[in-house]
């Protein structure tokens, strides 16, 4: 079985603290990603990554960096949280390569809520 | 530009009657579509997903969806619904080539009634 893991369940932060949160997948996947999930926007894409050291920005990237120095983790940082920033977050893994056609099924973690005051 | 419409938030229905969770997407090319499950506290886990092979696709737990050309649907269906079906249901779609990254649709909620 594949697995994902996140550093923490549940996280809380002030204003402008820097925040990292970390992934963990253990099924040596090319990609990884990081959404957030807000009630009524389904889940959006932050950042994601298909190669160590390569990142791409998803749809909200603004406020948020990554890095992935080993193929197993991925880290989201929050550089200056802000109450806006106050989320769920999910990290995901897939295994399709770049340019390769065929469903890519992405494996989830159990989440870290944020709670930024 | 893809997108994912999920056609109600919240869908409530009675132990063992019919589920049917809507979603409609938009693609210049059919796409690759999935269902996800979130049960309560927990990340998402795959229900099925359509890759071409057949238009009709059965999943975990006794759901199914069928692919709709015409209609650009995937709706999500099961004949009688538990108790532990309750939770947040996510449709999603990706390209055939390329990065891979799902574009979600907005959730549905289904509460299952005793």
């Known amino acids: 079985d594949v697995k994902v893991t996140q550093s923490s369940r549940y996280l809380v932060k002030r204003t402008g603290e820097k925040v990292f949160l970390e992934c963990v997948q253990d099924?040596?996947?090319?990609?990884m990603f990081w959404y957030r999930q807000d009630p009524g926007l389904g889940l959006r894409l932050i950042y994601f990554s298909y190669d160590v050291k390569m990142k791409e920005k998803g749809d909200i990237p603004e406020g948020y960096s990554v890095s992935r120095e080993k193929k197993e983790r991925f880290s989201l940082i929050l550089e200056s949280a802000s109450t806006n920033q106050t989320s769920m977050y999910l990290c995901a893994s897939s295994s399709r390569r770049w340019g390769q056609e065929g469903p890519d099924t992405q494996y989830f973690g159990p989440g870290t809520r944020l709670t930024v005051l | 530009a893809q997108s994912v419409t999920q056609l109600g938030s919240h869908v409530s229905v009675s132990e063992g009657a019919l589920v049917l969770l809507r979603c409609n997407y938009s693609?210049?090319?059919?796409?690759?579509l999935f269902w996800y499950v979130q049960y309560p506290n927990q990340g998402l886990q795959l229900l099925l997903k359509?890759?071409?092979?057949?238009?009709l696709v059965k999943g975990i737990n006794g759901f199914e969806a069928e692919f709709k050309k015409s209609e650009t649907s995937f709706h999500l269906t099961k004949p009688s619904a538990h108790m532990s079906d309750a939770a947040e249901y996510f449709c999603?779609?990706?390209?055939?080539?390329?990065?891979?990254?799902?574009?979600f649709g907005q959730g549905t909620t289904l509460q299952v009634k005793p």
């Open positions: 999603a779609v990706s390209d055939r080539v390329g990065t891979g990254k799902l574009i």
């Open positions: 693609s210049s090319v059919p796409p690759y």
């Open positions: 099924m040596d996947h090319e990609n």
């Open positions: 359509y890759t071409s092979a057949a238009t």
